[in-house]
Nanobody, 121 residues
């Protein structure tokens, strides 16, 4: 079994910063692309940022210049540093990872349980 466990959400004032972490654990052979998604109340889940195993990153336009995604391959952990937060960043943030489990020839897409980020104005 593979699990993604997120941490780091919370309440912050506009202009503040938060750092999210997501650790993959379990029977893992390798972890491919990792990413963060978010879902605000009444809205669809949207992609925030991704990072490949080689470190290539991509961001949705609304967070470019404010958020930074990074990863520690030795720890199978992905991070999202969020600066200059705005009220519109308020959402549940979900970690996502493409994982090749041990004793498997197929990669599986896993999700974390979500962590709430609330930005007050």
């Amino acid at each position: 079994q593979v699990q993604l466990v997120e941490s780091g959400g919370g309440l912050v004032q506009a202009g503040g910063s938060l750092r999210l972490s997501c650790a993959a654990s379990g029977s893992i052979f390798s972890v491919n692309t990792m990413g963060w998604y978010r879902q605000a109340p009444g809205k669809q889940r949207e992609l925030v940022a991704t990072i490949t195993g080689g470190g290539s990153t991509s961001y949705t336009d609304s967070v470019k210049g404010r958020f930074t995604i990074s990863r520690d391959n030795a720890k199978n952990t992905v991070y999202l540093q969020m600066n200059s937060l705005k009220p519109e960043d308020t959402a549940i943030y979900y970690c996502n990872a493409g994982v090749l489990p041990t004793h498997s020839v197929y990669a599986i897409n896993y999700w974390g349980q979500g962590t709430q980020v609330t930005v007050s104005s």
